[in-house]
């Protein structure tokens, strides 16, 4: 009976996670919102095995990590979590360059994309809620690649690629730490794929549902040697 807890359940990548990961009524799902005022109908309709449980947390603020974590251990009763998908995440200025990086933007993506994902691992491991396997999977893209980037020209979306190359850095340490503390966790950095959701836009090349059946198949394939590596939702590893 797996425990699966992830960020930015609302719409994109993570509820159509929420909608694979619920219809195995053995799985117990977490979905978090940023708000519980958001308009929830599209997850609220997925709950048909009764399994999702729909908790609050901004991932850009700390104060609201640790009501979501406190909140995750009075739902699991005594239930560790064996997945923790750190999906929220934001692409805000796309048309920022290197050159025209606004300070409060880039704070703003380093927030929600790297300190979130770091404040939430953190949380559940100081509140001994993470089981002795966990797998995390911190959301990255291509672009937080120094390989791909470099062969990407013009380069795109800057302040948001900086981001998730400091998440990318996170993965690694998160990956020999956490597994120093809980002897079988594995943590890795995902490259979704270019995915038709808010952000990746009309133009994207595949299907949310494509994306994420591949993405589980990657994280259920994970051995204990493949903490610390880059993975796209194919199966194929990324270069850092
Ligand atoms: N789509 C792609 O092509 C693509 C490619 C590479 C990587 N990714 C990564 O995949 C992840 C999911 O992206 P997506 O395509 O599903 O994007 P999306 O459609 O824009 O959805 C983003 C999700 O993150 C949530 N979120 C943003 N800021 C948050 C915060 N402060 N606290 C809590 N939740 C927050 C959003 O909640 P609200 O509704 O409340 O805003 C929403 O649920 C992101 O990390 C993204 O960088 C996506």
Redesign the pocket.
Known sequence: MPVYVL????????LEFVRQLSADSSNTVIG????MS?DLTDLKSLNKNNNIHILE?????ASSITSFVEACGNTLSGKKIDYLLN?????AVPEQDSLSISEGDMNEHIK??VL?PAKTTEGFHKADLLASDVKVLN?????GSMKVSIGIKPRKCTT?SIS?AALNMLTIHQGEELRKKLQGAVVISM?????K????GEG?LIEAHESISGMLKVLHGLKKEDTASFWTYTGEQVPW
């Open positions: 960020t930015g359940a609302n719409r994109g990548l993570g978090a919102v940023r708000s958001n947390c901004d991932t850009g603020d999906n929220s995440g934001i692409n929600i994309n979130g959301m990255t893209s291509g672009l948001y998730k490259d979704p794929g270019w995915v959701t808010r952000m990746g994207a």
